[in-house]
């Protein structure tokens, strides 16, 4: 029987992310012995809300584990590691947990896989599922080494929804190198709420593609204008942003650019492969390397002139055979 750990870092506020109540509902249909490790400044109330999740629950806290730091996430990772004697350890992947866990794990004499979609215990014996080659082929991967630090991705596993209560918390003290003191943390700048158009918990993508740049019926380009009705749109419905590969590569052409489009948004064969229940795409050709990034949306729609593009053949649930410009002006409309 494994024992297992799930670890978390617990965010400013003193919750957990849904990522992390996923992890821990993947953690729980594995079997075994279970321990919950949290890391933050604070985590009671993180504890609290999962005091009935039936696991011990053990926790690195203090001011110096609030921020994102490798020496402090590593040390205080690797303290709960060692006093839960954890054979598995199952982590929600985020950029913070990816930068450390590699590090933890050979700490320990163990392995890492990162980006698994999916964790099984078949006969009493763990595997993970993961995506290689570009999202083309899903491989299922045993390992026999132990500790094995699994980064488990988002929206892969129902969300652990226990009642809280009051939980009790047994402290571990993490032995910090100097060098942790290297790092220190002024302040966290962020985009202004109207700029911020990745957000990975929203229920719709609305994806871009290089028609929006384009002349259109009029022979002239409407650049300033297609800026205004996405980013209407993406005020309006709280939907995520994503580009294809042929607009956001735009701006190192020359060619009129979205201003707010970066790499960052790009979905598709060498882009992100986004996770939510909807999809709208507009003005995209649809081929397989946009399609790939498109694996993991529940319901497809798009919106396109061209009744003959790759979207109408079969990769959409709905194509709507209609001009972008006039589709997204009449929804902001209906969306205010």
């Known amino acids: 029987m494994e024992n297992i750990l799930f670890l978390a870092f617990v965010e400013a506020d003193g919750a957990l992310p849904k990522a992390a109540l996923e992890a821990l509902g993947a953690a729980q249909q594995l079997g075994g012995s279970l321990t919950v490790g949290l890391i933050g400044a604070e985590v009671q109330a993180a504890a609290n809300a999962l005091a009935n999740c039936g696991a011990k629950i053990l926790a690195v806290s203090g001011p110096e584990f609030a921020q994102?730091?490798?020496?402090?996430?590593?040390?205080?990772?690797?303290?709960?590691?060692?006093?839960?004697?954890?054979?598995?350890?199952l982590v929600p992947s985020s950029t913070r947990s990816a930068r450390a866990m590699a590090g933890v794990a050979h700490r320990l004499?163990?392995?890492?896989?990162?980006?698994?979609?999916?964790?099984?215990?078949?006969?009493?014996?763990?595997n993970?599922?993961?995506?290689?080659?570009?999202?083309?082929m899903e491989a299922v991967v045993e390992r026999a080494q132990r500790p094995w630090v699994?980064?488990?991705?988002?929206?892969?596993?129902?969300?652990y929804d226990g009642a809280p209560g009051n939980a009790t918390v047994e402290s571990?003290?993490?032995d910090l190198p100097d060098s942790h003191k290297r790092t220190q943390v002024l302040g966290v700048r962020v985009p202004q709420a109207d700029r911020q158009t990745i957000r990975p918990d929203a229920k719709v993508l609305f994806v871009a593609g290089a028609g929006w740049t384009k002349?259109?019926?009029d022979g002239q380009v409407h650049g300033a204008e297609a800026e205004q009705l996405i980013l209407g749109f993406l005020a309006n419905s709280g939907a995520s942003l994503g580009g294809s590969k042929s607009l956001v590569d735009q701006s190192g052409e020359g060619q009129a650019v979205l201003g707010f489009m970066t790499h960052l948004n790009q979905v598709g064969q060498t882009g992100a492969t986004p996770r939510h229940p909807k999809g709208l795409s507009t003005c995209c050709h649809g081929e397989e390397p946009?399609?790939?990034?498109?694996?993991?949306?529940?319901?497809?729609?798009?919106?396109?002139?061209?009744?003959?593009?790759?979207?109408?053949?079969?990769?959409?649930?709905?194509l709507y055979v209609a001009d972008a410009f006039e589709v997204m002006r009449e929804l902001n409309q209906l969306l205010k």
Request: proline share 2%; with cysteine; aromatic share 8%.
């Open 128 to 136: 993970v599922s993961r995506w290689y080659y570009r999202q083309r």
């Open 215 to 217: 002349k259109q019926a």
């Open 172 to 174: 571990v003290s993490a």
């Open 290 to 318: 946009h399609v790939v990034g498109w694996r993991f949306i529940n319901e497809r729609r798009a919106v396109n002139l061209d009744p003959n593009c790759g979207w109408a053949r079969s990769k959409a649930d709905v």
């Open 109 to 126: 004499g163990g392995r890492v896989d990162t980006h698994i979609t999916a964790v099984a215990a078949d006969g009493g014996k763990p």
């Open 68 to 89: 994102a730091r490798y020496a402090s996430d590593a040390a205080a990772a690797e303290a709960i590691a060692r006093r839960s004697n954890a054979s598995l350890i």
């Open 150 to 159: 699994i980064l488990l991705e988002s929206g892969c596993h129902a969300a």
